[in-house]
């Protein structure tokens, strides 16, 4: 079994950039910055902020490339992808980027209220629980089912 799979929790370090392939496929690139803290051997506090290529297809492209913007917070789930090209001066380059097919914006969007915020679709969003009435099953011509008639 081989699995490929990236989870990131960081901030948009670069406007989006949307384009449309030939075909007419929406693609969207942007860099998300992620950080990494530890305490070294002196006790200080270290910080360092790695950067990945993130590359989204398709719908998720449209809503990134209208609702992200630099300074977002946002969450990933992905692939890694490594792609290779020859450059210009005959020397073959290479380029790991994340290929995203899942994405959680973490922060209000702008002109958020305290009561609330609105998500952007024009319809406020609760931070109160729902609560849901579930109809009660009855049994209709059909024959109840019985504990011992379950196989497991």
Sequence with gaps: MDLNRVTLIGRV????????TPQGTTVCSFRVATNFSWTDQAGQKQEKAE????????????????????GSKLFIEGRLQTRDWEGQDGIKRYRTEIIGDNMIMLDRPTGASAGGFTSGFSQPVST????TEVPEMTSTDEED???EDIPF
């Design 51 to 70: 950067f990945h290529q993130l590359v989204l297809w398709r719908k998720l492209a449209e809503i990134a490339g209208q609702y992200v913007k630099k």
């Design 13 to 20: 370090a670069s406007d989006p950039e949307t384009r449309t």
């Design 128 to 131: 109160q629980p729902v609560k």
């Design 145 to 147: 089912i019985k504990v």
